[in-house]
Every structure is written in C-alpha cells, then in structure tokens.
C-alpha cells in the first residue's frame, strides 16, 4: 500500500512548477491524450496529477515507466480549464524519477 508523503509537493519543486494543486480533477486532460486506449482507460496523465495531490511519492516511482510513454505532444496543457499544466508537471515528474533512480 502506498504511503502519503506530505514533503512530496516540496520535493517535487526542484524539478517542475508547483501547480499540481491547481487541478480539480475534471479529466478532461485524460479524455484529449492520444496514447494508447490501456493508459486513458487508466486516467493518465490525471492519476499522475492526483498522485502528487496527495503525496503518493511511492506511487509515481512504481508507475514511473508510464511517464516515458508521454508524447509530450501538449494536448492536455492546451485542454486543461485551469492552469496545472499536466505537460509539464508529467515532464517535471519524469526529472523527478531520473534523479531517483540516480541514487539507487
Ligand atoms: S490537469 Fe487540468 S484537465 Fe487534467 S484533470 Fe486536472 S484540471 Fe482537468
Ligand atoms: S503531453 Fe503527454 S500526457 Fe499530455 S496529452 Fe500529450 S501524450 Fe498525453
């Protein structure tokens, strides 16, 4: 079972814009991405976003192959009705995970 990391949201600043709170968590960043039918069935990019809501750091290091999938083709940043910019928060997520695994 995943662990709530409340220094999550702090952490995740070195390495993208902290606007994951912005997110209301509507899924219209889901319904526009255009990879493949098992991840938007799966609420990607949104269950990254939640993930980082609540400080599910474990969680994004476990799915983190996902990450790669992205196309950073910017649909979801251009949808999104508020200003979390999915984008560049799964951008600052995959740094995230890189500098992770650095220091296994
Ligand atoms: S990131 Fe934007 S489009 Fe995606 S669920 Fe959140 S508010 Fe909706
Ligand atoms: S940038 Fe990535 S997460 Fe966003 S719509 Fe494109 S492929 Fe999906």
Same mark, same amino acid.
């Given at each position: ?9 702090? !952490? ?10 912005? #997110?209301?968590? @509507? %899924?219209? =960043? *889901?319904?526009? $991405? /255009? ?22 750091? !474990? ?10 999938? #992205?196309?950073? @083709? %910017?649909? =979801? *940043?251009?949808? $999104? /009705? ?23």
């Amino acid at each position: 079972m995943s662990t709530v990391n409340l220094d999550f949201a702090e !952490e995740l600043k070195a390495f993208s814009q902290d606007t994951a709170l912005e #997110c209301f968590n @509507c %899924g219209t =960043c *889901t319904a526009i $991405c /255009p990879l493949g039918q098992d991840l938007v069935s799966d609420n990607f990019p949104r269950r990254m976003i939640r993930y980082v809501q609540v400080g599910a750091r !474990e969680s994004i290091l476990e799915n983190a192959n996902e990450l790669w999938k #992205c196309l950073h @083709c %910017g649909l =979801c *940043t251009h949808t $999104c /009705p508020r200003q979390a910019d999915p984008g560049e928060l799964i951008l600052g997520l995959k740094r995230f995970v890189i500098a992770n695994f650095r220091k296994v």
